[in-house]
């Protein structure tokens, strides 16, 4: 894709782990509402491809949006129990303003950090924990009804909304990818349900680019990896975008070590070769719940 890619939310942990997957692939455009350092921004991206905006902000988004051909909208307020003031602002009425601004200029490619939390609700009493493990073969696959079990999910299955609007009426491509639960290097640990909606760094920047190259119309997709535990299926992920993922947390103990050293996300990954010194060179991430928001009471 020749023209610019814009990411919204650039600075956080999903942007971060696609820019060290995809940094060189495309010409980028960053917004977030926090000033990105220097270590976080890919080679190549200059100042004035760099925003730090408030999505809420219509004129700048507008701005940032002109004549880009794709959009992968990550920023908002990330906290499952974050309250409805937060949600409205910051990811509902934020990616209306993100959405609109990329139909009215002709964004072709939309990608929509939607969340496992849209649809928490099927997790009930009565299939858990069974359904964390991988003898148990329940699963969504992207065509059931959103049943969120907090605001949060809500607001994320408000996104999806939006996203079906703009595809039907503005015919932008529209893909939402419900991410279940990113980590770095290995697994969560000690945590069954992480460990099935498991999204490694590398498969996120992988099926994101996906999302950057495929044809679609209105697509809603789980984002995870190739985990042996699992409740989401990839089927139409892999259908609709090629998605073809490579970790697993079966390669991992409970307690996050590597089963061997052949098959783990640190050793022989497809996006080791990225535009950044090694993950080793990289000054350490801030905490997952940097910048803007308290961290979730229950996040490890
Ligand atoms: N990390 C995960 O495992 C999952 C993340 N997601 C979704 O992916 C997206 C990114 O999540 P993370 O990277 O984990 O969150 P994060 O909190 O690490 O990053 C979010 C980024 O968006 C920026 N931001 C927040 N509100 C903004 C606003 N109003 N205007 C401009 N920038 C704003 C923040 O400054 C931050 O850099 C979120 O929409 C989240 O709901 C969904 C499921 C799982
Ligand atoms: O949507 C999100 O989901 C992940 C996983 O949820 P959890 O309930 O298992 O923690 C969460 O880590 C992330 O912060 C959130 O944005």
Redesign the pocket.
Known sequence: MDEPVLLTGAGGRVGQAILRGLGDEYDWRLLDREPLPAAKVPDGVTDADRYVADITDERAVREAVGDVGAVIHLAGD???TAPWDSVLRNNIDGTQVVMRAAADAGVKRFAFAS???AVGGYETEDRTPDLYRPEDDYRLDGSELPRPGNL?GVSKAAGESLGRFYHDEFGMSVVCVR????TRDHP?RE?E??QA?WLSHRDCAHLFDRCLQAEYGYEIVYGISNNDRRYYSIERAREALGYDPADNSADYTFEGKPKSDSDTETNGGRYDGDSFASDADRPAPES?AEPNFPA?PD?A
């Open positions: 990330p906290r499952k969340s496992n939390h949060y991410i279940g639960n990113l969560p945590y349900r992480g909606m997952p979730d996040d």
